[in-house]
Every structure is written in C-alpha cells, then in structure tokens.
C-alpha cells in the first residue's frame, strides 16, 4: 500500500519531511497488532521518520538561534563593556580630584583665615592713615570739568 509518487514528488516530500504524510500511515500501523508491528512491520521504519522530522526542526530552530546571537553579538559586547567603561571614568574622576586636592592644599584657606588676612590689611591701611595724614598729598579739584586734574592726567603741584 505504498502510495505511487513520481520521483520529483518523493524528493520534494522527503525535502519537506512533512509529518502530516506518514501520520496516516503511522495510526493504521498503531490499530494492528502494536508489539507485532514494533518488531517486523512498518512501524520502526515510520518512527525513524518522525525522529528525522524531528532533528530538522530543531536543527532549523538551532539555526534561526545561531542568526540571532550573532546578530546581537555586538550590543551584547557593549553591554558587556559599559561597566568597565563607567568603572574607568570614575576612577579617574577620583584620581583626578586627589590630585587636585593634593596639589591645591597648600593654597587654600579656611574662610576664618581669609577675614583674618582682610581684617589685619585694613587694620594696617587704618593705622597708616590715622598716624601720618601730613604725608598724603592733598588733591586739588580744577574747575574745568570737576574732575581732579582737570581731566588732563596728573595734578599740577
């Protein structure tokens, strides 16, 4: 009860491996006698056929999977990568700042000993100018422009 195909037929069946051509093959075998068949009929033929079926499938399905890794292979790599990117960015933020640290502790001052600084420098100017006020020069203001000078540069003496 072979089923009467041309050869073109058959090879293009058996390139498909459709299991939907041996299923009714498959169920009239399983209505007889099953251990009978099992060992002397068609039936490890049919079950040989389903097992090829299945190792085309999932070798297909292993194929469409390789296509998609490889595909992704690089977003999985800068993934992979951002990490160690971050990681070196802030170390070196921080190594950048220590340096700065370093390199500026001997300049900086506390903002007592700035006002400190500012508060003795006009104690100093008070102090100048309260003891010796013969010694500054008066200025004089000329009546061209109101300005002292005149606007022409330096006071005449």
Known sequence: EEPQLSKAERRERAQTLSPSIISPFYEEELKKNVVKNFFSGKMIRLVLIQVQFLKKELLKAMGAMDEMVDANRLNVQLLAALPAVWLVSGASRLTLAALFAIRTKKIQQS???????????????????????????????????????????????
């Open 111 to 157: 903002r007592t000993e700035v006002l400190d600084d500012a508060r003795g420098l006009l104690s100093l100017i008070e102090r100048i100018l309260l003891t010796a006020p013969e010694q500054i020069p008066a200025r004089r203001v000329l009546p061209s422009s109101g300005l002292p000078g005149g606007g022409a540069g330096r006071l005449p003496r």
